[in-house]
């Protein structure tokens, strides 16, 4: 691309970005005042110290990412096109793997779009952008988007808390069409969820396959399902042929939701969703002896920041404890976290200590993370972020 600004590295940096990571941290780079005084989110060519060409990528002098690379051949351009190039691979990988339009389109550096997520409801996408450099690109990326999808409807839910880290303001709006409800088709089941209003989180297509599992090994039980949002594992068992199924969770909307959509499936007869908060609830369940053949716990994450790591790691040992106690002899526990900043072995150690603390024994059957459509970058393993277990309790 001509005429780029050129970002160098001090000497010796760059393993991880020579290795395919396409990730160069800020004190890799020679920050000169030049350097430093790059608008965040700016497109760069990149240059090792022995003048080797890494490619080019947007940088952003606040974060600690410095670079993130988008093109490694040099000089090539980073445009519609090029966005079009990626949006392509992205959709075909899905069409391999699903037979309708319901998943995760792009899963940022999973599918080499660094700060881009997509998700797709049908005709409806919806977007997240947590860079200043996929911010700069939001116009050619809209361009690409008419281009490979030609969606009928685009929502721009701007409101992560990466954006703050990046120097970006929150900004949800709608580009295209009118979206206030989606509806999402996965296990069989039809659900329901609201992108206006308080509660806007859309969907979590992540769990996808853990839900599909869960339901899998439900039928004829009772299913209790913790933090339960919109319906999403308690009604894929249901129609898997569970017993009945009991939801939780503090958001009236998401339960409100959850009841619809019970409804839509024919399964209100056997669904119950409850008000509540969790670890109070699982109380007075404990307290009220009442037990299930299948617990589910899948919170909000309780490991936000880095600091965070030992109260939340804390949190996911007594959700451990309080739900294994309520889980009957003989069944299923599904714990998850979808903490970026606890490591599976951390969260694997806190479960296993909570388990054994509601004086259960318990052995681990599955250990899973995201779905497909949620790809990890090979080169940066780290950032595969959700962990699920399910234990089996004697
Ligand atoms: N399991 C869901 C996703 C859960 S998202 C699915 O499969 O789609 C986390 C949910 O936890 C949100 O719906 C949020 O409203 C709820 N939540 C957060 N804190 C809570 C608390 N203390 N008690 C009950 N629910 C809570």
Redesign the pocket.
Known sequence: MPNLPIIRLRPKEGRRARNGAPWIFSNEIEMTPKTKALTPGSLVSVVGADAREFGSGYFNPRSLIGVRLLERTPGAPVDAAFLAKRLRRALALRQRLYDKPFYRLVHAEGDDLPGLTIDRYGETLVLQVTTAGMERLTEPLLAALDDVVSPAQIVLKNDASARALEGLDDEVRTVRGDVSRITVEENGVRYFADLAGG?K?G??YD?RDN?AFMASIAKGKSVL?????????ALAAAKAGAKEVTG????AP?LTLAEESAAANKLSAKSRFVK????E?LDRLWTAKETFDVV?A???PFVRAKKDLEPGAKAYRKLARLSAAVTAPGGFLFLASCSHNISLERFQEECAAGILRSGRNASLIRTAGAGPDHPVHPALPETAYLKALVYALD
């Open positions: 509660q989180s969907w979590y769990q839900r399902d913790a933090y339960c949002y919109v319906g999403g594992f939780i969770d503090s958001s998401a509540a908060d969790v670890f609830e589910i899948d919170p909000p």
